[in-house]
C-alpha cells in the first residue's frame, strides 16, 4: 500500500516538476515576443517619422507621391517580415513549452 502511495507521490512530483519548467519555457518565450514586438514598434514608428519629414520636403506632388509609395513599400515588406518571424517564434515557443511534459510523460510510460 505504501509503495503505490510513493509511486503515486513521485508521479505528482514529476508532473509539477514539468510544468514548473514548462511554464518558465513559455515565460521565456513570451518575453521574446514582447522584446521582438517592442524593436518592431519603435523601427517603424522611425520609419513613419522619416517619412512624414520626406513628404514635408517634397518639392512636387510626384515627388509626395514617390516617397509615399516607397514607404508603404517597404512597410508592408517589414510587417510581412515581422508577422513571419513572430509566427516562428510563437510556434518555438510551444514546442520549447511542450517539451518538458512531454520528457515527464515519456518517463512515465518508460
Known amino acids: 500500500m505504501f509503495k503505490g502511495f510513493e509511486e503515486f507521490q513521485?508521479?505528482?512530483?514529476?508532473?509539477?516538476?514539468?510544468?514548473?519548467?514548462?511554464f518558465g519555457e513559455m515565460n521565456k518565450g513570451f518575453q521574446a515576443i514582447a522584446a521582438e514586438v517592442t524593436d518592431y514598434s519603435k523601427k517603424a514608428f522611425e520609419d513613419s517619422t522619416r517619412a512624414f519629414e520626406q513628404l514635408i520636403g517634397a518639392k512636387s506632388v510626384e515627388q509626395a507621391v514617390e516617397i509615399q509609395t516607397q514607404f508603404a513599400k517597404k512597410a508592408y515588406d517589414t510587417y510581412l517580415a515581422e508577422v513571419s518571424k513572430l509566427g516562428e517564434m510563437y510556434a518555438g515557443l510551444a514546442k520549447d513549452a511542450y517539451k518538458p511534459v512531454e520528457a515527464a510523460m515519456t518517463k512515465k510510460v518508460a
Open 10 to 22: 513521485k508521479v505528482s512530483k514529476d508532473g509539477f516538476d514539468a510544468s514548473v519548467r514548462s
